[in-house]
């Protein structure tokens, strides 16, 4: 495998990283402070002027829309070229949007260009690709473990021309949002199918269809993600269009395979890039404080814990990559052992290595003031979103398991 970046990529890689020196990290504090004034006006759901102004910088700078492998729509990069412009981006919790490449739009504009009709692009895909709407993913919910999807209960009913729509739905990111204008929405068309996998579909929920509620916002170890926010939504006797409906009744699992697949990975890349900034900041703490009469870089525990996240990092990148291009070369489907374990081994890198940032930091790394503690936070989350570590482990060790079982099963020594 030949993982070398492309006079392309690395272009844009220069590309990128001047637009976050000299745009995006500057302008952390200016955003925090503009969130913490609207959150003080009553209106913490407020989208700000510093994301706009970078946006329009995105754009004017080529970095726009970089995702969307093997489409016109995009920047026409593979998952591989991808992956380290995606790392870059997960250096600051801004890059992402700014660049029109964050979750969970990113895997609801690969939903709808792989599987939506020419009318639900024109209504909804197009908006997206121009930053002019966000968009949400309702799939979990409360009252049942949704780590297991075919538990999921929301009712989607067919009803002459309509489907009508009854559900309880949370950690729906971005529903908060007022420029959050479509949902998809994954419940059960067929609840007495023989095939469990077959009784799910996916269909578009505008925002502003009668029925839709908004209950409330669900923080993350206190921090709220305004104004993106994650959200409780109610969905009651909701009606919308046969025409909503995505790819077909009963292909709401073929969907989320093909969704996952590419969201999971691009999470991972991220990390990548958050856990080089707690790296960074960890090594700048460590020369630059001193406890018992020598800098903290002086001290054994502190350079093997260097070291350790160095060698962690480097591994779950090399990993990122694989899974990337086997993606490329051979589909999400057949790459989905890859996938699985990266979404394993990416947010636990990035779990340890930020919490040895912090304690490098002592008191500091805990509070508000450097940012550690909101990226432990995100991190933290990223080993429950889109399927939990135990739900991927199980799935590695039962694609490693698969060919031995068959082997004694036909009577044949295992090799």
């Given at each position: 495998m030949d993982f070398e970046y492309s006079p392309k990529v690395q272009e844009l890689q220069q590309r990128l990283w001047s637009f976050m020196r000299q745009h995006v990290l500057p302008a952390e504090a200016e955003f925090a402070a503009e969130v913490q004034a609207n959150r003080d006006a009553g209106n913490v759901w407020q989208p700000t002027r510093v994301m706009e102004r970078l946006k329009q910088?995105?754009?004017?700078?080529?970095?726009?829309?970089?995702?969307?492998?093997?489409?016109?729509?995009?920047?026409?990069?593979?998952?591989?070229?991808?992956?380290?412009?995606?790392?870059?981006?997960?250096?600051?919790?801004?890059?992402?949007?700014?660049?029109?490449?964050?979750?969970?739009?990113?895997?609801?504009?690969?939903?709808?260009?792989?599987?939506?009709?020419?009318?639900?692009?024109e209504r909804w895909l197009q908006p997206l690709l121009r930053g002019e709407i966000r968009s949400g993913f309702a799939m979990t919910e409360p009252a049942v473990a949704s780590s297991d999807a075919t538990n999921i209960q929301a009712s989607i009913r067919r009803d002459g021309d309509s489907?009508?729509?009854?559900?309880?739905?949370?950690?729906?990111?971005?529903?908060?949002?007022?420029?959050?204008?479509?949902?998809?929405?994954?419940?059960?068309?067929?609840?007495?199918?023989?095939?469990?996998?077959?009784?799910?579909?996916?269909?578009?929920?505008?925002?502003?269809?009668?029925?839709?509620?908004?209950?409330r916002h669900l923080e993350v170890f206190g921090y709220d993600d305004a104004p993106h926010g994650h959200a409780?939504?109610?969905?009651?006797?909701?009606r919308v269009p046969v025409d909503n409906m995505l790819l077909g009744e009963g292909r709401g699992f073929e969907i989320a395979q093909g969704r996952l697949g590419p969201g999971r990975i691009h999470h991972c890349m991220r990390l990548i890039g958050l856990a080089e900034r707690a790296l960074q900041d960890m090594c700048r703490r460590a020369v630059s404080r001193r406890a018992f009469g020598r800098s903290l870089a002086e001290h054994g525990v502190t350079r093997e814990r260097i070291a350790e996240a160095r060698m962690r990092i480097d591994q779950a990148r090399w990993l990122v990559l694989?899974?990337?291009?086997?993606?490329?070369?051979?589909?999400?489907?057949?790459?989905?052992?890859?996938?699985?374990?990266?979404?394993?081994?990416?947010?636990?890198?990035?779990?340890?290595?930020i919490d040895w940032a912090?304690?490098?930091?002592?008191?500091?790394?805990?509070?508000?003031?450097?940012?550690?503690?909101?990226?432990?936070?995100?991190?933290?989350t990223l080993r429950l979103a889109d399927g939990p570590d135990e739900v991927h482990r199980d799935q590695i060790a039962r694609m490693e398991l698969a060919p031995y079982a068959a082997q004694a099963a036909q009577g044949a020594t295992p090799h």
């Open positions: 910088q995105a754009r004017a700078d080529g970095l726009w829309n970089l995702f969307l492998p093997q489409s016109e729509r995009g920047a026409g990069l593979s998952n591989l070229e991808y992956a380290p412009l995606c790392e870059i981006m997960g250096r600051s919790g801004l890059a992402p949007e700014a660049c029109n490449c964050s979750a969970p739009d990113t895997g609801n504009m690969e939903v709808l260009e792989r599987y939506g009709t020419p009318a639900q692009q489907y009508v729509i009854n559900a309880r739905k949370w950690w729906t990111s971005g529903a908060n949002d007022p420029r959050c204008k479509v949902l998809i929405l994954m419940g059960k068309t067929d609840p007495d199918h023989p095939d469990r996998h077959l009784r799910q579909s996916m269909i578009l929920v505008p925002m502003d269809t009668p029925g839709v509620k908004v209950l409780e939504v109610e969905f009651h006797d909701v694989a899974a990337a291009d086997r993606m490329d070369r051979l589909g999400n489907k057949v790459a989905r052992k890859d996938i699985a374990m990266i979404k394993v081994v990416a947010p636990d890198m990035a779990c340890q290595v912090i304690q490098v930091h002592g008191g500091a790394g805990v509070s508000q003031d450097f940012g550690l503690a909101q990226a432990y936070a995100h991190a933290r």
